[in-house]
């Protein structure tokens, strides 16, 4: 789906054109997606994920797998899968969304950690965080838009997707893309023009969450307009989210 009326959505190719466009357009620039954005940050390699929700069953296998290799305590997730109602009746539909650390460009988290124990890395562009440094004083889960930081109860410190670098280390995929058994969610450098998420990204319309708050998040998604509540209200558009987080966890 490409809304060419409300432009949330644009391909990797196009990118450069876009944002100079978008110097023109004013008000419609906030709600652009910004791929990696590695002119901007100078980061080589950034990491990144493409869900694609056609594909996606809602079977939560990512989200199970991801708690099972971090044994993430009961009660929080690293990666979780949310239902999205949207549309006015008769016009309805209704998808899932993967929802995951967004591994922004320009991470509010880390600008307001006030003892460093968060960052981006620059050798892949995650944004890791140190248990042995975090104090648990929970800035950073209140500074940024994605509802997907936590406070581990059995370490006290923040916790977060790492895009799985234990694995990643090895050559191994994450372990969310591994039991994705849809195929929906594809993993790798956005920066490398070959690699197949970026050959993904350029053929197809994709869409970022929240790109109203100018993180440069890089997690894409296909199919998925509208899908989050705050752009949707934005925008005018009814949307209902249910999530198997309690409710006040939501931004
Ligand atoms: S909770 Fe930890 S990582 Fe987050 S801002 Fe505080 S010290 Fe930094
Ligand atoms: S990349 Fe790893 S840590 Fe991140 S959501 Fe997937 S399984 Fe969890
Ligand atoms: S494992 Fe894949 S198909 Fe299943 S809910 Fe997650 S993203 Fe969707």
Redesign the pocket.
């Known amino acids: 789906m490409n809304d060419v009326e409300t432009g949330t959505t644009v391909n990797r190719r196009d990118f450069l054109k876009e944002i100079t466009a978008a110097t023109a357009v004013g008000a419609g620039a906030a709600i652009m997606p910004k791929p990696s954005q590695a002119a901007i940050t100078g980061q080589k390699t950034q990491l990144g994920m493409l869900i694609d929700l056609r594909r996606c069953i809602g079977c939560h296998a990512?989200s199970v797998?991801?708690k099972a290799?971090?044994d993430v305590p009961l009660g929080a997730t690293?990666?979780l899968v949310e239902y999205v109602e949207k549309g006015d009746y008769p016009n309805v539909t209704r998808n899932f969304l993967p929802r995951?650390c967004n591994q922004c460009s320009q991470p509010a988290c880390v600008d307001v950690c006030p003892t460093g124990a968060t960052w981006k890395r620059k050798e892949d562009g995650v944004v890791v965080v140190d248990p042995d440094i975090c104090i648990g004083c929970k800035y950073c889960l209140h500074a940024w838009p994605y509802d997907a930081r936590f406070i581990n109860l059995e370490t006290g410190a923040a916790d977060k997707?790492?895009?799985?670098q234990h694995r990643v280390s090895k050559g191994l995929e994450?372990?969310?893309?591994n039991a994705c058994i849809g195929g929906a969610r594809i993993f790798g450098d956005l920066n490398d023009p070959t690699s197949e998420i970026s050959k993904k990204i350029a053929t197809n319309p994709v869409t970022v969450l929240r790109p109203e708050q100018g993180t440069g998040p890089n997690v894409y998604y296909i199919a998925a307009d509208y899908s989050d509540e705050h752009t949707a209200e934005a925008n005018g558009r009814y949307v209902r989210v249910d999530t198997h987080r309690r409710h006040q966890e939501r931004g």
């Open positions: 990512c797998s991801c290799e971090f690293r990666a995951l997707c790492d895009f799985c994450p372990s969310c893309v």
